[in-house]
């Protein structure tokens, strides 16, 4: 399975790490991540509200499963 994170905090962090230690998981992309998040996936640099870019990536990739950390995101939709 493809894992991407949404947010770049504490939370996604953890989240982050958590994630990484699934035996389903193929690909971990934390959008856009921070320095710690590096040695759980991979950080991709994508504006968080730049919802397009962010669908198409996902797309591109693969991506099973989306986790939103932030409010604002999900706020926007």
């Known amino acids: 399975m493809n894992v991407a994170i949404i947010g770049s905090g504490g ?11 699934s035996p389903t ?3 971990l992309y ?3 991540g921070n320095p710690g998040t590096t040695q759980c996936g991979t950080n991709v640099e994508l504006d968080v509200s730049d919802h397009p870019s962010i669908y198409n990536f996902c797309t591109d990739k ?3 499963l ?3 950390g932030p409010e604002a995101p999900l706020v926007a939709g």
């Open 11 to 21: 939370r996604e962090h953890a989240l982050a790490l958590k994630i990484s230690k």
């Open 25 to 27: 998981l193929n690909e």
């Open 30 to 32: 934390i959008i856009p």
């Open 62 to 64: 693969n991506i099973s």
């Open 66 to 68: 989306v986790v939103v």
